[in-house]
């Protein structure tokens, strides 16, 4: 079974950046994309990023379009998330997921990690 454990959240101010990442371990499709989805207090379950297997495809929520970069290091079985520019919008738990593309996309990954907090302060 596929485990996936996100870290590297925390308190900053707006304007500040972060990395998050999510490490991968047990049995994992060569072929699976993952992504990035977070959950703000009282809101529902948003998509923020998406990338391939190759790491050649990538995809962004409009949200966070320029400011964010999400990459893959197969042989370190890492994914992460370069959050730049943070606001306060920027607020939630962030979630990582893994499965073929399609299901990542849609939310509908069957793998998910148990979340890492992020709080941007203003």
């Known amino acids: 079974q596929v485990q996936l454990v996100e870290s590297g959240g925390g308190l900053v101010q707006a304007g500040a950046s972060l990395r998050l990442s999510c490490a991968v371990s047990g049995r994992i499709d060569s072929s699976y994309s993952m992504g990035w989805f977070r959950q703000a207090p009282g809101k529902e379950r948003e998509f923020v990023a998406a990338i391939s297997w190759s790491g050649r495809g990538t995809y962004y929520a409009d949200s966070v379009k320029g400011r964010f970069a999400i990459s893959r290091d197969n042989a370190n079985d890492t994914m992460y998330l370069q959050m730049n520019s943070l606001t306060p919008e920027d607020t939630a738990v962030y979630y990582c997921?893994?499965?073929?593309?399609?299901?990542?996309?849609?939310?509908?990954?069957?793998?998910w990690g148990q979340g890492t907090q992020v709080t941007v302060s203003s």
């Open positions: 997921v893994a499965d073929h593309g399609p299901s990542v996309v849609a939310g509908t990954g069957r793998n």
